[in-house]
């Protein structure tokens, strides 16, 4: 017979554990998950530059990376002048803990400047990127732990519009891709290093059929676990590849992002897995569904579905029955996400640019526009506006979210908005 005693422990067990589980941080680009899904719930829905912000901090210039938030500490990479930066700010007002030097050489290229790779933490250390190939590792205190310069290892970048993937965190490895071909002749690659060293433990090549500007992606990679086993995924110059995380080596390649050879078809959306199915992006044609667990040559046998109407920037989010794109012009459809079947198609957000990926969270998807507004839609097949909250300022960072707060980036400040959950 079970004791009172030992049910209510159970009990106390269960809570504690659901509670913990709500808790949650935003440790890489993506989040928890990586695919741009949060499990928190009653996040706020409506503010403005002054209302539901906890606090907000002033920022020297824009940035395409995401805050990264862990417990009590948000990292922010920083681009001020000709300086790049990693800063650690204090979770609860914003106060700026301590600064610490990443690389010089800053410059800034279209859109972007040399601080869009996203930072990553496992809670112990962390690991920070810049366009210009510097790596370094932190201690939370600040402490320089490690540094690599990896152009200077293994050649200059040779994208046509500057560095931008962020390094991948996973399963006590740093996993970097460098995916270029247009002002370059060196093949893309993948590194693996070690944490506690930076050292590469792997370097693995990475050839394609790609020509002219389409070897380039700014895209990061991500992890589909297949029934035991686990694939690195690497989507760009043209063609989806799965890759044993321990070897680098490849399992399979799906060549479908480009059936058209179109010379300028560099790739900026990352890939998304959800549920076990892999979901790629090309330059808006086609956009694609994947199964894992492929051999060698899978572009007829693993791909599930098609759609021309796929994003160019925004990287997709789904709950595993539905997938949304939101399109550079703020255009936004709904997918089945199993078939590919269109629930809805082609609403209008908003007349804008979309450079920033949308979040799902608390049974909505949060798209924020280069204006720096953040329309609110029912994560649902059917398209509704819960909320357009407009910042009027300048953004290409995707939100962040953690503990029932949204942390917002703009070219001007990092807002936190709402009320932390307790």
């Given at each position: ?116 790779p996203s930072p990553s933490t496992d ?48 399963d006590g490895h740093l996993y970097v ?246």
């Amino acid at each position: 017979m079970v004791s009172f005693h030992h049910m209510r422990f159970t009990f106390l067990l269960v809570v504690v554990a659901s509670t913990f589980a709500c808790a949650e941080n935003w440790p890489q680009w993506r989040g928890p998950d990586l695919n741009g899904e949060s499990h928190e719930k009653n996040l706020p829905t409506h503010w403005t530059k002054d209302e539901n912000v906890t606090w907000k901090i002033a920022m020297p210039s824009r940035s395409g990376a995401t805050p990264i938030i862990w417990g009590e500490k948000i990292l922010l990479n920083v681009a001020d002048g000709d300086n790049l930066e990693l800063w650690c700010l204090d979770r609860s007002n914003g106060a700026v803990l301590w600064k610490s030097p990443m690389a010089g050489g800053n410059y800034k290229i279209n859109k972007q400047n040399m601080s869009s790779p996203s930072p990553s933490t496992d809670g112990k250390t962390i690991f920070a990127m810049t366009g210009t190939g510097i790596i370094k590792a932190f201690a939370f205190d600040g402490k320089e732990l490690w540094m690599r310069d990896v152009q200077k290892d293994y050649g200059k970048f040779g994208l046509n519009w500057g560095y931008g993937s962020s390094p991948l965190l996973y399963d006590g490895h740093l996993y970097v891709q460098v995916l270029h071909g247009m002002k370059t002749t060196d093949p893309s690659y993948l590194l693996k290093l070690d944490l506690k060293t930076g050292k590469t433990l792997v370097k693995m090549e990475r050839p394609t059929p790609a020509i002219r500007e389409s070897p380039d992606a700014y895209t990061t990679p991500t992890v589909v676990k297949n029934g035991k086993s686990v694939e690195l995924v690497i989507s760009g110059g043209d063609i989806v590849t799965g890759h044993d995380p321990v070897t680098l080596k490849e399992l399979w390649r799906a060549n479908v992002l480009n059936p058209t050879n179109n010379p300028a078809n560099r790739i900026i959306a990352s890939p998304m897995v959800r549920d076990g199915m892999i979901y790629a992006a090309s330059r808006v044609r086609p956009y694609v569904a994947i199964k894992p667990g492929g051999h060698g040559d899978v572009s007829e046998s693993h791909v599930v579905w098609k759609t021309q109407n796929g994003p160019d920037v925004p990287t997709p989010v789904s709950d595993g029955k539905y997938l949304w794109v939101v399109n550079d012009r703020g255009i936004m459809w709904c997918f089945d996400a199993k078939t590919g079947a269109e629930v809805y198609s082609g609403q209008r957000i908003q007349a804008a640019i979309y450079s920033s990926s949308p979040v799902l969270a608390d049974g909505k998807i949060y798209a924020t526009n280069e204006l720096g507004t953040t329309t609110v839609v029912k994560a649902g097949p059917v398209f509704e506006v819960l909320a357009e909250n407009k910042m009027d300022e300048y953004t290409l960072s995707s939100p962040a979210i953690s503990e029932g707060q949204i942390f917002l980036r703009t070219e001007k400040a990092l807002y936190c908005i709402g009320k932390r959950a307790k």
